[in-house]
């Protein structure tokens, strides 16, 4: 008699589904990984933050003039002076950019830093910003501090952060209805500044909150803290977020202080800040930890 062959039934239930699912799941990997490998994003992502970002030392690239002496309203020194003397305690190094660098296609001049503050500098060209906006598209992290940046040399009626895809990116624009002349911008005089918190769990301003009463006592040797010119602006769009407000002691005039734009799969990150930073001392180390994914 012939034997019949040996018949195996096919499987079913959860391992034939499972199996099914075996290359989705290699694909989303490899998804996973080329972007954590490509951009910044997994950087604030707990777990795969050490995985893709886990770096001993945080480079910080400085953008602009950082001294008392800087040609725009808000300077940024008191942010350096914190940076300087407190950086090393925390594995976060800084180093100035040559902006003339920028004029250049240089893909990799910025992808070597963590994060880029621009500041002290109202002149920034149409290609520092195209960098910059590059920079953020890749993954980058940016503080903007003030005014920095809303000019520029070759085109005088560039006034603000709309221009280049720098300006794509800018969390906040400047609130005028009208032109402005000169090299002046709206300006908001806060005296005796207090901060005021939106988003109380934001890592940048939690520790600060519970530590300093959300005040700039902290700092008592700068003058250049209890009274601040800061630029009048506004939340560019929907994905803006205000994190903080700045506020006179009297109550009289306020301004968004910290805003941040996060811009979506893939890219960076900006944060804007309408004073020197190192005001509040304890932000600018927790602002550098926050954006380095640290």
Not at 64 to 75: M, V
Not at 181 to 205: A, D, H, K, S
Not at 239 to 253: F, H, K, P, V
């Amino acid at each position: 008699m012939e034997q019949m062959p040996y018949y195996i039934p096919p499987e079913d239930g959860w391992k034939k589904h499972f199996e099914g699912l075996i290359p989705i799941l290699i694909l989303v990997l490899i998804a996973i990984v080329l972007v954590g490998k490509t951009t910044n994003y997994f950087c604030s992502v707990p777990g795969l933050n050490y995985v893709f970002c886990g770096k001993g030392q945080t480079n910080v690239g400085l953008l602009g003039d950082f001294s008392a002496t800087a040609n725009t309203e808000i300077k940024a020194s008191v942010f350096k002076s914190v940076l300087d003397a407190e950086g090393g305690k925390y594995n976060i190094y800084s180093r100035p950019i040559v902006i003339q660098a920028l004029e250049y296609p240089q893909q990799n001049l910025l992808k070597q830093f963590d994060v880029v503050v621009v500041a002290g500098v109202q002149n920034l060209t149409y290609a520092a910003r195209e960098a910059l906006g590059n920079y953020i598209a890749n993954g980058g992290k940016v503080i903007l501090i003030g005014d920095a940046g809303v000019r520029d040399p070759k085109d005088p009626l560039i006034k603000g952060w709309s221009a280049a895809a720098f300006g794509d990116y800018a969390p906040v624009r400047l609130a005028i209805s009208g032109p402005v002349t000169g090299n002046n911008f709206p300006r908001v005089n806060i005296t005796e500044p207090q901060l005021n918190y939106f988003i109380e769990t934001n890592p940048i301003i939690k520790d600060y909150a519970d530590a300093y009463l959300l005040n700039f006592t902290e700092i008592t040797a700068s003058e250049s803290c209890h009274q601040i010119d800061s630029i009048d602006v506004a939340p560019k769009d929907g994905n803006a977020e205000m994190i903080a407000t700045l506020t006179s002691g009297d109550g009289s005039n306020f301004v968004p202080a910290i805003v941040e734009r996060k811009t979506g799969l893939g890219s960076g990150d900006v944060l804007y800040f309408d004073y020197d930073p190192g005001c509040t001392r304890s932000a600018v180390i927790a602002t550098l930890k926050y954006l380095a994914g640290r």
